[in-house]
């Protein structure tokens, strides 16, 4: 009787383990594919134009390392909507504030001996994002073929470009 | 008979360019185009809200203040003797203490309505009498009845029209305005698509370009040298901008080259050492600032010489609190026309090719507000819904147009405020070109159909 039993029981084990091995050895597939990623500038995010009146603070803080006055604010507001032509305007602008004795600009020394790590502080500190390889070795390079070029032009491109301009 | 020599010699000259297309300045042959009539025009905006009964109709005080007095207090540019009593409108008399009591003196021998041809009775025929809507629609040709404020023009401006259909560069176009309040940083393009910034006019306001503003923010700007300097600012400016220009982020220029831009910096420089020494050409009388701008203008016209320039007054609009300062502002307004005429013709290239338009954006109602000046006299506003403010004039003078000839009347009105865009378009030889992109008011007409 316990012989019995136990042999139908291990029948039973037997025909257990028969499936599990033949379900276990079912085989799966996997595919493996790439979501689509859309490729776009660094920059690609600044869609938007900055008012006047963010333009003249963040370029008066960026030159000037401080905030400027209410009563300043409104006069260079005044001043730049009296010219249409708004790059005009800009260059006029940022060519005044160059002519300030206050105005906080990096050494041609320090730029000269670390191009790198001037070309990466002038974009962080006027685009608020680092440079790209490309445009870093660019910079790089037009920095140490013009012996003569000086931070206050560098600063004067990046202030003025529309990249600035926008946010 | 001279009207009739005058359509005569029109007709002539029209059937005469209508088979003989003329070659733009751009070098592109544009068979609706006929050879410009003028090689200049001037157009004020005059000047903040004009009363027709103290303007054309030289009433003084008859019909404004009850007092039996008339007579033209605009003599550089209407024919008619001035007032002989009640003088308020001129200088100060501080000897005898009279307020406004020495006329300003005439600057032109022969007033502007014989050098040539008025319009005495114009229409802003639609919309409310709003300072915006009327420079809108005499830089537009379209009344833009629906259009709120803060927003550009719906239609084209008469500076896209040209830049785009007669070769016209930026330089070559310019909105002076009186100031930057009232949305006139806005006049210079519209909001169309198929126009816009890209065939824009230059603007300045140069009471603020040059005022406190322009002092502390513009003045004493640095000079980059453009060989060593300034070539460098463009070559890394251009790396930097590669992306955004691919993209139409642009800061909002007017596509002035880059010679135009230097030119501009370079006006901006010189107007302010002017400005420093005291030397700027002004009016004999510049004590108010539509008399500065006009001054500023003329500096203008001797830089740039440009194609075409749209001066905007606005003094007069004192009216809405002060008669007394309406009248002098009037007078003054006058004598910055006059001295504008006088001195166009001393700048050599502009000299008898140019043509200078004059027309209010629009009239000043018939019944006064309760508001009362020292010389106890009302003054008055420019109120939606008042015939009155929609009774306007036009003037223009220079080459080829009839001297001294008035088209229309009190009682057959002619012309509409709509019409100085074609008008100008006609004298560049581009009126057909302009009419056909249908975006004009329906009834806007060159004025020299409508003789």
């Not at chain 2, 009207?3 to 002539?12: A, G, Q, V």
Request: proline letters at 6%.
């Amino acid at each position: 009787m316990n012989m019995q039993t136990s042999g139908r029981t291990a029948i039973k084990l037997l025909g257990l383990i028969g499936i599990m091995l033949f379900v276990s050895c079912e085989k799966e597939y996997y595919v493996y594919g790439i979501n689509d990623v859309e490729i776009t500038p660094v920059n690609s995010f600044k869609d938007k134009p900055k008012t006047h009146s963010q333009y003249i603070s963040i370029l008066y803080a960026n030159m000037f390392q401080k905030a400027i006055g209410p009563n300043q604010m409104l006069q260079a507001l005044k001043a730049i909507e009296s010219i249409g032509d708004k790059q005009v305007a800009y260059d006029i602008l940022v060519s005044k504030y160059m002519n300030d004795p206050d105005v906080k600009l990096p050494s041609n020394e320090s730029m000269r001996s670390d191009p790198e790590e001037f070309v990466r502080d002038t974009y962080k500190r006027f685009l608020v994002r680092q440079p790209t390889e490309a445009e870093l070795q660019w910079m790089i390079n037009y920095i140490e073929s013009r012996p003569s070029l000086t931070t206050e032009l560098v600063y004067f491109s990046f202030a003025t470009s529309n990249e600035h301009a926008h946010y | 008979m001279k009207r009739r020599n005058f359509i005569k010699t029109s007709s002539l000259a029209s059937a005469g360019t209508i088979s003989m297309p003329y070659i733009l300045p751009s070098g592109l042959i544009n068979m609706t185009t006929t050879a410009p009539m003028s090689e200049y025009v001037v157009f004020v905006l005059f000047a903040g809200g004009v009363r027709q009964q103290e303007a054309v109709l030289q009433r003084y005080l008859a019909e404004g203040q009850n007092e039996n007095v008339e007579g033209n207090i605009m003599y550089n540019m209407l024919t008619g003797a001035p007032p002989d009593d009640k003088i308020a409108y001129g200088l100060d008399d501080t000897a005898n203490n009279i307020i406004g009591g020495i006329p300003i003196d005439p600057i032109l021998q022969t007033p502007l309505d014989q050098i040539g041809t008025l319009f005495p009775e114009v229409r802003f025929s639609k919309g409310g009498a709003g300072h915006f809507t009327g420079l809108s629609t005499g830089v537009s040709g379209n009344y833009s009845t629906t259009q709120g404020l803060k927003s550009r023009p719906s239609a084209p401006t008469i500076f896209e029209y040209l830049r785009r259909h007669a070769g016209f560069k930026a330089t070559d176009c310019w909105f002076v305005g009186v100031g930057i309040t009232g949305s006139r940083p806005l006049l210079n393009f519209s909001a169309n698509e198929d126009y816009g910034r890209r065939y824009g006019g230059n603007f300045i306001a140069p009471t603020t370009t040059f005022g406190s503003p322009g002092m502390q923010h513009f003045m004493n700007f640095k000079n980059y040298h453009p060989d060593t300097e300034w070539t460098k600012i463009l070559e890394m400016r251009d790396f930097l901008n590669q992306n955004f220009r691919n993209e139409g982020l642009e800061i909002s220029h007017l596509y002035n080259d880059v010679e135009e831009e230097d030119s501009i910096k370079e006006f901006v420089k010189a107007t302010f050492e002017k400005v420093n020494s005291g030397s700027l050409t002004l009016p004999p009388v510049n004590d108010n600032g539509d008399l500065k701008t006009i001054g500023y203008a003329v500096e203008l016209l001797n830089w740039f010489k440009p194609k075409l320039t749209v001066v905007d007054m606005s003094n007069i609009d004192v009216c809405h609190g002060n008669y007394t300062a309406y009248l002098k502002n009037l007078h003054r307004g006058d004598h910055g026309i006059g001295f504008l005429w006088r001195e166009i013709q001393r700048i050599p290239e502009m000299a008898g090719k140019t043509t200078l338009i004059v027309m209010p954006e629009h009239g000043r109602d018939l019944e006064p507000n309760p508001i009362m000046d020292d010389n106890d006299w009302f003054a008055y506003d420019h109120s939606g819904g008042n015939e009155n403010t929609r009774r306007i004039f036009s003037l223009m003078a220079g080459p080829g147009i009839q001297a001294g000839l008035r088209v229309g009347g009190v009682n057959n009105p002619i012309g509409d405020a709509s019409d100085i865009v074609p008008t100008i378009a006609d004298l560049f030889g581009v009126k057909d070109t302009v009419i056909n992109k249908g975006l004009l008011d329906p009834t806007a007409r060159s004025l020299f159909d409508r003789i």
